[in-house]
């Protein structure tokens, strides 16, 4: 990996656990790719489904302006190679939706993205553009977190289906989406082989698929796990495992043995959250953003994949 600043704090902290100050990084799962017991990992899904998760104070709405022009890029660079029949209706997944925060963030995008005289306006079928239908789903295993997205849509009137439903065996026909975005999600499946299988079923030939995820190296560890959630507990409950953290070269290699191809290497970025200045960070702190809201401000587009990283990748049509 190139040496960039989260390298080289990771680096800093591995120096740190040989001197005893720093926990050591944990030993990865002798394969990441195969299906994986859950009772073998400290991660707790389960957390969405319960009361004290709050989607307000995750954090994860800071990831939109970089996750959710990326995914807007690539579904324009699809929707453009399409022709006009097959253009007419666009069916846009967001997997493991959660309670909706980039799904909305996409609605938002195509309903103020205006070309010529056309505005995009609100139908009973989806967003229509004056030549496509965008019709966007929300779907996760998670029934509390689909209830929170449907009130948030419904009082916000946010034209957005939202279905409960596993990634494993997803409940859409085959061959019937245009794209998927995930976000945040790769990292807390157990089984990303039969996730991809089923992702690749549920796909249109030449359609795409567009995610970010947390890489697994010792600057995540120590950043997002042993800082933030050991430490801080700044997140709730066992939100994370770091052996669940997926490098690309393992997402490449499962989206290859589903028939998927990815992206070119140039699009594959990673992502980090700024820094709030401490004067805000403190009000923010002292207002009741909680802690992620508060330290950390919108987060960007980078070279350096040592936290998070985006890529995407279609089917191969066969
Ligand atoms: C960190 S949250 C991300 C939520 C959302 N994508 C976002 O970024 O705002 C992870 C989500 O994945 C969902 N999830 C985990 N395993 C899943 C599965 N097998 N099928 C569907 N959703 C799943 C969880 O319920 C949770 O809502």
New binding site residues.
Partial sequence: MAITLGSIVGRIFEALSSIRLAPPVPTPFPDRLAALDPAESTID?DI??TQAFD?SR?G??L?NPA?VGYFMDKLHRRVSSLSPDEKREITIV?????????IEAIHSAILHASSGESRVRQTDSGLFDGTTTYKLIG????TR?IDTARQRALSRSLSIDYVV????SLPFATSSVDAII????LE??FDLPL?FSSIARTLKPNAIFSFDTINRTPTSYYLTIWILQDILRAMQGD?HDHRLYVTPQEVHAVMRSNGLKPGPERDLVGMRPGVNWPPVALYRLMTGAGFINSVLAEFRLTRDMSISYLHWCEKVQT
């Fill in positions: 899904n969405y489904d989607w995750s994860l709405e990831l996750r967001d997997l493991g939706c959660g309670a909706g925060l980039a779907i996760d295993v998670s977190s439903g596993d990634i494993y995930c976000s945040d999600v807390h499946l996730a939100a």
